[in-house]
């Protein structure tokens, strides 16, 4: 259970990073610098405590998608459930890589290119749905 901790960690460094970067530089560099934050603290935790890589990707994932969930009801129990996979998801593929070429920096860097590839493209469709050129 260790690795619920270690994602708990990571959830408040990220929500703390998060939000200075919100204040310093605005809505627009969150998306590019949220998923770095996000990433580098999921796995900097996981090494830090000795958890499984994946598994604390996947903690940090329940946590952001309960706090989803609660902030905004049955959309926000969609937003909730995609967390969760996709946190699972850049977990498994920031091990992958870490597994293929043993380097942390890499295997950190492609999580956070498919996140941010990810946060890129919800904007993108939001916007579009909701009518405001992208």
Do not use: C
């Not at 996947?58 to 952001?64: K, Q, V």
């Not at 969760?84 to 850049?90: D, E, I, P, S």
């Amino acid at each position: 259970m260790l690795f619920f901790a270690a994602g708990a960690l990571a959830a408040v460094v990220s929500w703390i990073g998060n939000r200075l970067v919100l204040k310093v530089m605005g809505a627009r560099e969150i998306v590019v610098f949220a998923p770095l934050i996000e990433e580098a603290a999921k796995t900097g935790a996981a090494v830090l405590t000795g958890s499984p890589l994946i598994l604390t990707h996947g903690a940090f994932g329940l946590i952001e998608g309960v706090y989803d969930a609660w902030d905004a009801g049955l959309q926000g129990l969609q937003a909730g459930a995609a967390s969760l996979a996709g946190h699972l998801f850049y977990g498994y593929i920031t091990f992958l890589v870490m597994q293929r070429h043993h380097n942390w920096l890499y295997a950190v860097l492609s999580g956070y290119l498919l996140h941010m590839l990810w946060n890129v493209t919800v904007l993108k469709f939001l916007v579009k749905r909701r009518g405001h050129p992208a």
